[in-house]
């Protein structure tokens, strides 16, 4: 066995995986859902038999949060079954499982930073499947999968918060941006490069968090992303959570805390702000080619 394969692999952190992974030479097969959809267990066991992977990398998911709320059955199918078929496929041919999670999985009402092991608490239909996830990949993998939690995602490969907001900066002459909701926005060339590490580092089996470090919130991320492309971050206003109608409740705090990096070896990643500044290039880039 040898070699690496991603599912979701048309997605944001998908991508950027696949591309961190051959940028080291690594053998790795990139799946998109029209390449294997996780929902047909018979699909997935057979194309794990087949390709016979160390190591598999489950990105695929049903991420429309509001749309969870009134199909929350076909949301589990992705996020939960998806989930079970893939790690049921793993143990089949003895590889080993990165499944990538998320903050929903927690309630969003903590004061201080959520820890690997806190109990979660979903308040969506979309955190109740992520965490069935969760579940079903820890029960039939317990000593050779990693399940890493992130939060609040950006990219150049994908229609994200911060694209969005620098699309907006040359379109609006002023902008609402909630202010009560706390995170860690977080680059997914950072998370490819932790799944890299925690893979190949002495990290024990168990759940781990990916997200930057330090904490703002959309409205502070949206007056840096201002900054960077050179408008006034002053045209960013700040609005409160119940000015927006949403089928699926943000929660208030999605800070994820990074204590079980040092039991690993692993370094986390590093400031938000930073990340942002590493990540400017490729943003800005696709900013200026919105196609």
């Not at 949206?222 to 409160?240: E, H, N, T, W």
Request: overall charge negative.
């Amino acid at each position: 066995m040898s070699g690496w394969l991603v599912t979701g692999a048309g997605g944001m952190l998908g991508r950027d995986l696949v591309t961190a992974l051959r940028g080291r030479g690594e053998e790795v097969a990139g799946l998109a859902r029209d390449d294997l959809d996780v929902t047909d267990q018979d699909a997935v066991h057979s194309t794990l038999r087949d390709g016979r992977p160390a190591v598999v990398v489950n990105c695929a998911a049903w991420t429309a949060v509001d749309a969870a709320e009134s199909a929350e059955d076909d949301a589990l199918l992705v996020n939960g079954r998806g989930a079970e078929n893939v790690a049921a496929a793993c143990a089949a041919v003895g590889a080993r499982l990165v499944h990538v999670s998320t903050d929903y999985v927690f309630g969003g009402d903590a004061r201080r930073p959520y820890a690997e092991d806190d109990p979660p608490a979903p308040g969506t239909a979309y955190g109740r499947t992520k965490l069935a996830g969760e579940q079903a990949v820890r029960k039939l993998l317990p000593d050779a999968s990693h399940v890493l939690r992130t939060a609040w995602l950006y990219g150049a490969s994908g229609q994200n918060f911060v694209t969005t907001m620098i699309k907006l900066a040359g379109e609006r002459r002023a902008l609402d941006v909630v202010n009560d909701q706390r995170g860690q926005p977080t680059w997914t060339v950072d998370v490819a490069h932790q799944i890299i590490a925690i893979t190949g580092s002495r990290a024990a089996p168990g759940v781990y968090h990916a997200t930057s470090s330090g904490e703002t919130t959309w409205f502070g991320l949206a007056r840096q992303v201002f900054r960077l492309v050179g408008a006034d971050p002053d045209r960013v206003r700040p609005a409160v959570s119940g000015a927006y109608q949403r089928l699926a409740p943000r929660p208030a705090y999605s800070v994820l805390g990074h204590d079980r990096h040092a039991a690993a070896g692993v370094e986390p990643i590093g400031d938000w702000h930073q990340a942002l500044q590493r990540a400017w290039p490729a943003l800005a880039a696709r900013g200026a080619d919105p196609g």
